[in-house]
């Protein structure tokens, strides 16, 4: 609780069932958000090319987007098409490569490395040999041969040092597990750990800044000549040259090196085949389903990109290789919710390129008019950010807030909210992001902090000592749990008082100042763990993966999720403790708000600072120096946001300049503030709702 605290180429520049709820909107088949958005802009044709291409692929190198595709209309060399999408000019231009499929294409900075692959002409033999392209002045150089040999239909990605190709067809047609890694800069290979897996072909992967994350893709079933589509993977660590096992997927992937992706967000991998996906996290190597999207049937051989908010899955076959679609859906991994996108103006089509160029997703080529390939292409633009939103009245004193993409949750108290609150009432109000209107309002007991993931939202009633899970479509209460502290505090007194909540590592958690964190399993809305946690007064709470942070005097506590254990991180400086106040996390690093103190009182020379804890670290980073009173209330888009308690201000914090880089002004001082991404929401003390970007 805040408490009123407040190889073709386009290169493109570039249990207890109660509760009672009201609708102010009424019944409506979606909410504002969830109809189609965005525009689309059709691309020109390509000047000089007389049909498409086969066999695409879609890097970003530097400032460029770069589209390979494998196989020409001529069945020759690797041409290619450059586009300039400020200029609306394009021209081709041919390479030296000779035609191939399941060939891999990654972007090494402002490079582009095209490798493997087969066939050559007539239909036979395989080339090993690549050759890394740069894009800024139109020239090809060679590389020298890999250890593995022949390999096509094999998993590649690019870790910021080196490519690193494993599995495969080899040179036998037989399926590998072995690997290897390329570095540009010395044009050299080297071998890497043997995997803890069988040899696959046409899986998918991911580089998350310190793991190959490699998943899914084709075996061999035992005692059988065709193929077992797999759900299993593993994850390589370059630095360790060591592989781990990860857990097995909901969902299977799809025959073909192009009928799975597989995307980083910063956080998670999502994978999607065509028909369904899921989202893993590799930190507490865990995965859930997504949701069905919101589309007719399937959809194989399309395309999906990462917009840094959003997946956009795009066009795919609709009726086994005759139809192409023409429109989308797009996921957000943080709502876990689909919305659709538009048709574009362009025909149908599957097996296309589909790459993010920063600004809008680019489609191009594609199967198929008549027995050609599609020579065009279109942008699609999920459009520019609604504008700031005029007052929602909300009523009823602000006690807490949270914010999503599409929604704003505010918690308000409305009756007997002075004194003593044990006979308070409130409401939780969510108001869609994007018109600004109240969706529901769900009517609750003590209103003291809420938390919303974990399928649903999470109100925390402090003397009742229960936690109310609220249903985020509807606002019914679907289920009420009750706390309880194993031990007596004192003879029989064993009300547990929650006073903080969040929601991470596929569960509820739960802070009381009395010493424990109560996780509680959401699949059954019961409490599936009690840690007793050594110390005595907790604060804010964070999770990032495998862990629970708390904070608390004098510094962060980490708690493991999984056995409870627990670690306190202290931060002192010539004679001085930190006290922390809030937290937040972004960048892979805990942000922690608080003072400098001398001794064990506060006084007017403490000096207030914002501290980095990186996520895998026990110490401190970076200390920054902060305007007296501010307190972390976000984070998201490489900003932490904080506000000052004694003046109306936010101000944004730049994780990567490690300054503040901008101060906004608040309604009142005892506003409270949320922050989804770029957008920072305020709840004011007269009962209103505002956006201030």
């Known amino acids: 609780m805040r408490g009123g605290y407040a190889a073709t180429l386009l290169v493109l520049s570039a249990v207890a069932w109660v509760g009672c709820t009201s ?16 525009t689309w802009q059709r691309l020109p044709p390509s000047s000089g090319a007389r049909e498409g291409y086969q066999e695409l692929e879609a890097v970003r190198a530097g400032r460029r987007m770069v589209i390979v595709g494998g ?18 000019r394009s021209r081709r231009i041919v390479s030296p490569l000779r035609w191939r499929f399941g060939y891999s294409a990654v972007a090494a900075r402002d490079e582009v490395v095209v490798w493997g692959g087969c066939c050559g002409p007539g239909g036979s033999g395989r080339r090993d040999q690549g050759m890394r392209y740069q894009p800024g002045n139109d020239r090809w150089l060679p590389m020298t041969r890999s250890p593995l040999g022949r390999r096509r239909e094999h998993a590649a990605v690019w870790t910021g040092e080196e490519m690193i190709v494993w599995g495969g067809f080899g040179n036998s047609l037989e399926r590998r597990a072995d690997g290897a890694a390329y570095r540009p800069e010395t044009d050299s290979w080297r071998p890497i750990a043997p995997a803890p897996m069988g040899g696959r072909s046409d899986a998918a ?14 075996k061999r079933r035992p005692r059988r000549d065709f193929q077992l589509l797999t759900a299993g993977g593993a994850a390589y660590d370059p630095a360790r040259d060591r592989w781990r096992r990860i857990a097995r997927a909901p969902v299977r992937s799809r025959e073909g090196t192009r009928g799975t992706a597989a995307l980083w967000t910063g956080s998670a991998m999502l994978v999607w085949n065509g028909t369904a996906g899921a989202v893993y996290d590799p930190r507490a190597d865990r995965w859930r389903r997504m949701p069905d999207p919101p589309l007719e049937g399937a959809r194989y051989d399309s395309t999906a990109v990462w917009t840094g908010r959003e997946m956009i899955v795009s066009g795919g076959d609709e009726t086994g290789g005759v139809n192409g679609a023409a429109d989308g859906a797009a996921y957000e991994p943080g709502e876990d919710h689909w919305r659709r996108v538009p048709t574009a103006p362009i025909e149908g089509r599957y097996q296309h390129a589909g790459a993010w160029t920063g600004k809008a997703m680019l489609v191009w080529g594609g199967c198929c008019k008549g027995s050609r390939q599609l020579g065009d292409g279109a942008l699609y633009s999920p459009g520019e950010d609604p504008p700031a939103s005029s007052d929602t009245h909300i009523g009823g004193l602000p006690v807490d807030i949270a914010a999503t993409h599409r929604s704003v949750w505010v918690l308000t108290c409305t009756h007997r909210c002075a004194g003593d609150a044990r006979q308070a009432g409130g409401e939780l109000v969510r108001v869609d992001a994007a018109s600004g209107r109240v969706r529901w309002r769900s009517r609750v007991s003590n209103p003291h902090a809420l938390a919303v993931g974990a399928g649903g939202v999470w109100v925390i009633d402090f003397w009742n000592g229960t936690v109310q899970r609220i249903d985020s479509a509807t606002g019914r209460v679907e289920a009420t749990i009750r706390l309880r502290l194993p ?42 763990a009690m840690f007793r946690a050594a110390f005595d007064s907790a604060g804010a709470t964070l999770v990032t993966g495998s862990a629970l942070w708390v904070v608390e005097s004098p510094g962060v506590r980490r708690v493991d999720t999984r056995t409870g254990r627990a670690e306190l991180v202290t931060v002192e400086r010539r004679g001085r403790s930190f006290t922390p106040d809030s937290v937040g996390f972004e960048s892979g690093s805990l942000w922690v708000s608080g003072v400098w103190v001398r001794g064990n009182a506060f006084s007017e020379d403490d000096e207030p600072a914002l501290i980095e804890i990186p996520e895998a670290g026990r110490e401190a980073r970076k200390v920054v120096a902060l305007p007296r009173d501010a307190d972390v209330v976000g984070a998201g888009a490489g900003s932490i946001w904080l506000t000052a308690f004694d003046r109306p201000l936010v101000y944004r914090f730049d994780a990567g300049a490690r300054r503040i880089a901008d101060t906004l002004r608040l309604p009142d001082r005892r506003s409270l503030v949320a922050v989804a991404g770029r957008h920072v929401w305020v709840a004011t003390r007269d009962g209103r709702l505002r956006r201030l970007r």
């Open 487 to 528: 031990r007596p505090v004192v003879r029989s007194d064993h009300a547990f008082l929650p006073d903080h909540v969040t929601t991470g590592d596929g569960s509820v958690w739960v802070t009381t100042a009395r010493g424990y964190v109560a996780r509680i399993d959401p699949s059954h809305n019961r409490v599936s």
């Open 71 to 88: 196989v020409g209309y001529d069945q020759n060399r690797l041409g290619g098409v450059v586009f300039d999408l400020e200029g609306r």
């Open 23 to 38: 609708s102010e909107a009424g019944p409506e088949p979606a909410a504002d958000s969830d109809r189609p958005g965005g």
């Open 205 to 218: 992967a991911v580089w998350t800044g310190r793991e190959m994350i490699v998943w899914g893709g084709a």
